[in-house]
């Protein structure tokens, strides 16, 4: 538009000649208030005569040096505010007084002694007046250091409860951010302004954003329910606007709301998932005061686990990984972790708040770069840490990878559990917990089905125990996917997206179970300590989520467009490549229809038919002798007749 071209232009301009037309400015509205002073005194609206000169010219003389000794031309007009304002009241004030003495207290020659009252009185007005006409005028108008225009956002405030209100007040000196108004399901408050911004209802939500040309949607509803929550994300769906939240209600310190609060959708938002509080007592029953071992402790379930395991003060944690790299990472970030939990003690202690006898014990924090697969090694780290608990989360989980690097994906994931569980009983382990999969749930894939094995050895072995009466309880916890782990589809996606597409899907049908990592590390602590032995823990991953609408959704939340046959002015294409060897349509988490309930709301108990021991054993040794030979189709019948439910996909 060519009023926006008038303002980028000006906006372009070098910063010297804006300062140049400002005080220009200045002085055409000193000239025009002494007009407008001797013109209200006198009633007289001519031409300037001596005395009008003289006051004018002493208007300048005053004002020019004030204005710039109290920064009046270091604002920028677009972003002034109060703080500016306050310096123009100061200037004014001291003009004022200096223009008062000069032409009312003393008197100059035939010039009304009332004009050292007006002039000042208009003056104020007309250079207020014309900075925020200029703020008003530009606001909306951007410019880089080249002076090409920036567009801002143009925001609605879901929620005008106190967390939107603070929200929009924090707002209010962001220059990159206009908000248009808020949305609030309270009648009450629907038609309402609330400092000066409108309240508008959720009725129309995709007619008022097309109206207002909205760019984003800011959530600040922390109190909501989640599935009220879910509606109004839901809603947002294809409005091609961004969409942002504050934390929720608990996740909020006391005191203001500030704009760097807002995040994108976390992936409950997304999935329309509520977390269950842990309980506490499950979470401590075998950590607080117990030497507790991670296996595959640099991954992304087991570093989720040393995270919150190192909250409940072990005695010990010990970390053991087969990746230099990941295991470096996990523990020097668990590091900083436990001396930051030894600050606070001792911020207590200095504070009077506790005593150095309440102080929690130091947790000793003990690397081992290990493979679970070398006995010696593993027996060496049991004899000299003796742990009471060990969470076995070590596995190679990527489905193409292992189906074609079978041999290597089951020695790993099904002899290096049975290497783990063997050594844990020779060493009395209090708890044994196997991090185990849905993908053990007739199998289609290697990885699912070494799975469903290391679920068979950890079976046998509690058997196997309770048979010679020792105590090692062993038990595994079966979930979805995790979003966030390594190779999962959200950060793939969110990656695609970024990079403006395509996003990459096998199957528009495919669906699996999802959770995020904290809540499925917590719910796994939580499983390990009901178990009585041998016990097959499902966790409750709510429905099952189409992929395809998880992609779409994300999409449209991020402001975009799909690509579709029907919307070809699209912004991100989605593309079927075809399901991948092994790949299964959709996912179960249970083998049998008996699950039983426990204390604990998301997690159930199956009952699962196993091999004892002694038959396993001798399946175990025709399966080595099987990876022995390298031969995929040896080492795949040895599969099927250790799981029956076993069927590798024919992916044609």
Same mark, same amino acid.
């Given at each position: 538009?060519?009023?926006?071209?008038?303002?980028?232009?000006?906006?372009?301009?070098?910063?010297?000649?804006?300062?140049?037309?400002?005080?220009?400015?200045?002085?055409?509205?000193?000239?025009?208030?002494? @007009?407008?002073?001797?013109?209200?005194?006198?009633? @007289?609206?001519?031409?300037?005569?001596?005395?009008?000169?003289?006051?004018?010219?002493?208007?300048?003389?005053?004002?020019?040096?004030?204005?710039?000794?109290? #920064?009046?031309?270091?604002?920028?007009?677009?972003?002034?505010? =109060?703080?500016?304002?306050?310096?123009?009241?100061?200037?004014?004030?001291?003009?004022?007084?200096?223009?008062?003495?000069?032409?009312?207290?003393?008197?100059?020659?035939?010039?009304?002694?009332?004009?050292?009252?007006?002039?000042?009185?208009?003056?104020?007005?007309?250079?207020?007046?014309?900075?925020?006409?200029?703020?008003?005028?530009?606001?909306?108008?951007?410019?880089?250091?080249?002076?090409?225009?920036?567009?801002?956002?143009?925001?609605?405030?879901?929620?005008?409860?106190?967390?939107?209100?603070?929200?929009?007040?924090?707002?209010?000196?962001?220059?990159?951010?206009?908000?248009?108004?808020?949305?609030?399901?309270?009648?009450?408050?629907?038609?309402?302004?609330?400092?000066?911004?409108?309240?508008?209802?959720?009725?129309?939500?995709?007619?008022?954003?097309?109206?207002?040309?909205?760019?984003?949607?800011?959530?600040?509803?922390?109190?909501?329910?989640?599935?009220?929550?879910?509606?109004?994300?839901?809603?947002?769906?294809?409005?091609?606007?961004?969409?942002?939240?504050?934390?929720?209600?608990?996740?909020?310190?006391?005191?203001?709301?500030?704009?760097?609060?807002?995040?994108?959708?976390? !992936?409950?938002?997304?999935?329309?998932?509520?977390?269950?509080?842990?309980?506490?007592?499950?979470?401590?029953?075998?950590?607080?005061?117990?030497?507790?071992?991670?296996?595959?402790?640099?991954?992304?379930?087991?570093?989720?686990?040393?995270? &919150?395991?190192?909250?409940?003060?072990?005695?010990?944690?010990?970390?053991?990984?087969?990746?230099?790299?990941?295991?470096?990472?996990?523990?020097?970030?668990?590091?900083?972790?436990?001396?930051?939990?030894?600050?606070?003690?001792?911020?207590?202690?200095?504070?009077?708040?506790?005593?150095?006898?309440?102080?929690?014990?130091?947790?000793?924090?003990?690397?081992?770069?290990?493979?679970?697969?070398?006995?010696?090694?593993?027996?060496?780290?049991?004899?000299? $840490?003796?742990?009471?608990?060990?969470?076995?989360?070590?596995?190679?989980?990527?489905?193409?990878?292992?189906?074609?690097?079978?041999?290597?994906?089951?020695?790993?994931?099904?002899?290096?559990? =049975?290497?783990?569980? %063997?050594?844990?009983?020779?060493?009395?382990?209090?708890? +044994?917990?196997?991090?185990?999969?849905?993908?053990?749930?007739?199998?289609?894939?290697?990885?699912?089905?070494?799975?469903?094995?290391?679920?068979?050895?950890? &079976?046998?072995?509690?058997?196997?125990?309770?048979?010679?009466?020792?105590?090692?309880?062993?038990?595994?916890?079966?979930?979805?996917?995790?979003?966030? *782990?390594?190779?999962?589809?959200?950060? *793939?996606?969110?990656? %695609?997206?970024?990079?403006?597409?395509?996003?990459?899907?096998?199957?528009?049908?495919?669906?699996?179970?999802?959770?995020?990592?904290?809540?499925?590390?917590?719910?796994?602590?939580?499983? #390990?300590?009901?178990?009585?032995?041998?016990?097959? +823990?499902?966790?409750?991953?709510?429905?099952?989520?189409?992929?395809?609408?998880?992609?779409?959704?994300?999409?449209?939340?991020?402001?975009?467009?799909?690509?579709?046959?029907?919307?070809?002015?699209?912004?991100?294409?989605?593309?079927?490549?075809?399901?991948?060897?092994?790949?299964?349509?959709?996912?179960?988490?249970?083998?049998?229809?008996?699950?039983?309930?426990?204390?604990?709301?998301?997690? !159930?108990?199956?009952?699962?038919?196993?091999?004892?021991?002694?038959?396993? %054993?001798?399946?175990?040794? $025709?399966?080595?002798?099987? *990876?022995?030979?390298?031969?995929?189709?040896?080492?795949?019948?040895?599969? $099927?007749?250790?799981?029956?439910?076993?069927?590798?996909?024919?992916?044609?």
């Amino acid at each position: 538009m060519p009023i926006n071209i008038v303002k980028q232009s000006l906006l372009g301009l070098p910063r010297l000649i804006k300062r140049g037309l400002v005080v220009f400015c200045d002085v055409l509205i000193c000239g025009l208030s002494v @007009w407008l002073a001797f013109g209200l005194r006198l009633d @007289w609206w001519g031409y300037f005569q001596n005395s009008q000169w003289m006051v004018f010219a002493t208007s300048i003389g005053l004002s020019f040096p004030l204005f710039v000794s109290f #920064g009046l031309y270091r604002a920028i007009f677009r972003y002034i505010g =109060l703080i500016a304002f306050s310096s123009i009241v100061r200037a004014f004030i001291v003009y004022s007084g200096i223009f008062f003495c000069i032409f009312t207290i003393f008197g100059v020659g035939s010039v009304p002694r009332s004009i050292g009252v007006i002039q000042p009185i208009l003056l104020f007005i007309g250079i207020g007046a014309c900075r925020y006409l200029a703020r008003s005028w530009l606001g909306g108008i951007k410019v880089n250091q080249k002076g090409s225009h920036i567009p801002q956002s143009v925001v609605l405030i879901y929620g005008a409860g106190s967390a939107g209100r603070q929200l929009a007040a924090s707002l209010s000196s962001n220059n990159e951010i206009i908000c248009k108004g808020f949305i609030d399901d309270g009648a009450h408050l629907q038609g309402s302004t609330i400092n000066g911004i409108a309240v508008y209802s959720s009725a129309n939500l995709r007619g008022l954003i097309q109206q207002l040309e909205v760019s984003d949607v800011l959530l600040a509803i922390p109190s909501v329910s989640s599935h009220r929550r879910s509606e109004i994300i839901t809603s947002l769906n294809d409005c091609r606007v961004r969409v942002r939240t504050l934390p929720r209600f608990t996740d909020i310190a006391s005191g203001k709301v500030k704009v760097s609060d807002l995040h994108d959708l976390d !992936m409950n938002d997304l999935l329309g998932r509520t977390a269950v509080p842990p309980k506490v007592e499950l979470l401590e029953k075998n950590i607080r005061d117990q030497a507790v071992l991670v296996t595959g402790a640099g991954g992304s379930i087991g570093s989720e686990l040393c995270r &919150q395991i190192i909250k409940f003060s072990p005695k010990s944690l010990i970390l053991i990984d087969n990746s230099e790299h990941s295991l470096y990472l996990i523990y020097e970030e668990l590091k900083g972790v436990i001396a930051g939990l030894d600050n606070d003690c001792l911020a207590m202690v200095d504070d009077n708040q506790v005593s150095s006898i309440d102080r929690a014990p130091s947790i000793e924090l003990v690397p081992y770069l290990a493979s679970v697969r070398d006995k010696d090694s593993l027996k060496k780290i049991f004899r000299d $840490k003796l742990p009471n608990t060990v969470f076995h989360a070590a596995a190679y989980k990527h489905v193409p990878l292992v189906e074609q690097n079978s041999a290597e994906g089951i020695r790993n994931n099904v002899f290096g559990t =049975l290497v783990s569980a %063997q050594v844990s009983l020779d060493f009395d382990v209090s708890n +044994f917990i196997l991090v185990s999969t849905d993908k053990a749930v007739r199998p289609t894939n290697v990885m699912g089905a070494s799975k469903r094995i290391a679920e068979l050895v950890l &079976q046998a072995m509690a058997d196997l125990a309770a048979q010679r009466n020792q105590s090692t309880i062993f038990s595994m916890v079966r979930f979805g996917n995790v979003l966030g *782990l390594s190779g999962s589809v959200a950060p *793939l996606f969110s990656s %695609q997206i970024a990079q403006g597409g395509p996003i990459t899907l096998t199957h528009p049908e495919v669906t699996r179970y999802f959770m995020t990592i904290p809540e499925a590390a917590q719910l796994v602590v939580q499983a #390990g300590a009901m178990a009585v032995g041998g016990d097959v +823990f499902v966790l409750d991953m709510g429905g099952p989520v189409r992929i395809y609408d998880l992609a779409t959704k994300m999409v449209y939340l991020s402001g975009l467009l799909v690509k579709d046959e029907k919307t070809s002015y699209g912004d991100i294409e989605i593309k079927v490549t075809g399901l991948r060897p092994g790949e299964k349509l959709y996912e179960e988490l249970l083998i049998g229809d008996n699950p039983q309930p426990t204390t604990h709301p998301k997690i !159930m108990k199956a009952h699962e038919e196993f091999l004892p021991w002694d038959h396993l %054993q001798q399946e175990l040794e $025709k399966l080595i002798l099987a *990876l022995d030979t390298g031969d995929a189709r040896l080492i795949k019948d040895a599969l $099927k007749k250790l799981v029956p439910g076993y069927y590798p996909a024919q992916v044609g």
